[in-house]
């Protein structure tokens, strides 16, 4: 009877053995798949951010060539209005300066015109006595 007994108990134990190891399995190739999924979902949004990466550095290269060809222009102009400022400067004292010149030719005209009238009233005075 013990060794039925023991015989019964060991096949028992092996049949729970079994069971538990084949359960351990089973769990096992669980964890492997949800692992495998996780890799694979991390690759996934590696590759996506690795996409949003290249966008970002193209269009960061388009703004920098931008801005190089707007700093171009920037100088372009501000070289352009220097020499208008300079130029419009040169025009300001020629004006003030011909405006100047005229305003003493109209003195000159105005100092003239009186004394012709002067020396005219003068000679026509004389022509009367």
Do not use: P, W
């Not at 096949?11 to 996780?38: I, P």
């Not at 109209?106 to 009186?114: D, F, G, H, I, R």
């Not at 020396?119 to 026509?124: A, C, K, N, R, Y």
Request: aromatic content about 4%; charged content about 30%; proline content about 0%.
């Amino acid at each position: 009877v013990f060794c039925q007994l023991h015989r019964l108990s060991t096949a028992c134990h092996n049949h729970l053995c079994t069971a538990d190891m084949s359960q351990q399995g089973a769990t096992l190739q669980a964890y492997n798949a949800e692992l495998v999924k996780c890799i694979e979902d991390l690759r996934k949004k590696r590759e996506e951010l690795h996409g949003q990466i290249i966008a970002e550095e193209e269009e960061k290269l388009a703004v920098q060539n931008d801005l190089h060809i707007l700093t171009e222009r920037l100088t372009r102009i501000t070289e352009s209005l220097n020499k208008k400022y300079a130029t419009r400067t040169e025009f300001d004292r020629t004006i003030a300066d011909t405006e100047g010149a005229y305003m003493k030719i109209l003195e000159s005209s105005q100092s003239l015109l009186q004394v012709l009238k002067r020396d005219s009233f003068t000679l026509e005075d004389g022509e009367r006595q």
